[in-house]
């Protein structure tokens, strides 16, 4: 089965950035995904769910199983809906976070033998990953199909710069809110400035450096941020209320309920404190044999994931995971977006070597090479 060039998966990965796939309305996307996996059918099952996609090859118990996952969605757009190359980096919505990663799946897809391959394959395109946790693809996918937990090993093409990155921070965001007394802002001593009240609040948040954390060899940072505020009712009049957004991004050491405390233990008496959502975090998994082959074998960097991502819901599943991608992770979510080109055929190479071939197998082929 022919291997893919440079100048093809930069093709494709424009194709995919110039297809809308905000979350929520990732159905052209989808429809695309289906046509260019459907000449996989057979050997390969493929079923969509909504806007949801999983192709599985066929199966034998001696050999290991690998998933390989990718979301199809998309931040909202700020003038950088088309695909452009411009010296050497493909610009666009998308294009390091994650729509390079999706170009190298459908690539391995239509070029891995299945038959052959060293490894069980599966490959899960799915819905709404930069949104609430609740309406995530995956999260819908799990209950229905018990196949995707009993694997080997999961990885997330996410945005790593050909790095691979173990783990994932938590996320926590909680509602903080100060009370005060309204008053008409001409006589503001008959109230209490509910933005005053929170000053020293704030002032403790301002200070907080981020906090590095090890784990098994690599280091995250845990941070504190206040993310949003709201309050007042009118230009002339004392606010009665404050609210904040307070994002806390964990390390692996911690627990959903132990982030929890630790945030609400800072938060002052007499404010409120309200969990708008938390996420838990990915568990690093640098001992595993699989992911112990794939950066000793391609000499790959190795580092945590200062992000969050759904390794952490196969990590909660008890299934290994890593992230992997072409996409480079400082790139997700800016206006000015872009891969380098160069990324996408060494992500491509490193995966379709690694589902392809055993450590031994490549070994020998590499002396049949050079002999």
């Known amino acids: 089965m022919a291997r893919w060039t440079e100048s093809e998966l930069v093709a494709l ?28 059918c057979p050997p390969c099952d493929l079923v969509r769910t909504g806007h949801n996609v999983i192709l599985r090859g066929p199966s034998r118990p001696e050999r290991p199983s690998i998933l390989l996952a990718g979301h199809l969605d998309t931040v909202p757009p700020a003038g950088n809906e088309r695909a452009r190359l ?7 919505l998308g294009a390091s976070d994650m729509k390079a990663g999706l170009a190298v799946m459908l690539a391995l897809a239509s070029s891995v033998d299945w038959i052959r391959a060293r490894s069980n394959l599966t490959f899960v395109f799915y819905e709404c990953e930069e949104i609430a946790l609740e309406k995530n693809g995956l999260r819908k996918l799990f209950p229905d199909d018990p196949l995707l937990t009993q694997q080997d090993l999961a990885i997330l093409l996410e945005p790593t710069d050909n790095a691979v990155e173990l ?49 098994s060899g690599v280091t995250f940072q845990e941070t504190f941020q206040i993310t949003m505020a709201e309050g007042g009712r009118a230009k002339n009049i004392v606010p009665d209320r404050l609210a904040l957004n307070v994002n806390y991004r964990y390390a692996p050491t ?4 132990e982030a929890v405390a630790e945030l609400r233990a800072m938060v002052p008496p007499g404010f ?6 938390v996420a838990p975090p990915g568990i690093v998994r640098g001992d595993h044999p699989l992911v112990i082959d794939l950066i000793g074998r391609f000499r ?13 819901q196969f990590s909660e599943r008890g299934v290994a995971a890593v992230n992997f991608g072409p996409g480079v992770p400082a790139q997700a979510h800016q206006a000015d977006e872009h891969v380098p080109v160069e990324n996408l055929p060494r ?12 450590p031994e197998t490549a070994r020998a082929s590499d002396r049949g090479r050079t002999g």
């Open 13 to 40: 990965t424009a194709r995919l950035i110039d297809i809308p796939s905000l979350s929520g309305a990732e159905g052209a996307l989808a429809d695309f995904v289906v046509a260019e996996l459907r000449p996989q």
């Open 86 to 92: 411009k010296g050497g980096m493909l610009h666009g």
């Open 167 to 215: 783990g994932c921070l938590g996320t926590l965001n909680a509602r903080v809110t100060a009370r005060g007394r309204a008053a008409h802002s001409a006589r503001p001593w008959q109230g209490e400035n509910a933005i005053y009240k929170a000053v020293p609040f704030l002032a403790r948040f301002a200070s907080l450096a981020p906090r590095a954390v090890e784990v």
């Open 254 to 257: 911690r627990t959903p309920a």
């Open 272 to 277: 409120e404190f309200d969990v708008v959502d």
């Open 300 to 312: 790959l960097d190795r580092r945590a994931k200062q992000a969050w991502t759904d390794v952490a």
């Open 347 to 358: 992500a491509y190479d490193v995966l379709h070597e690694f589902v392809s071939q055993a």
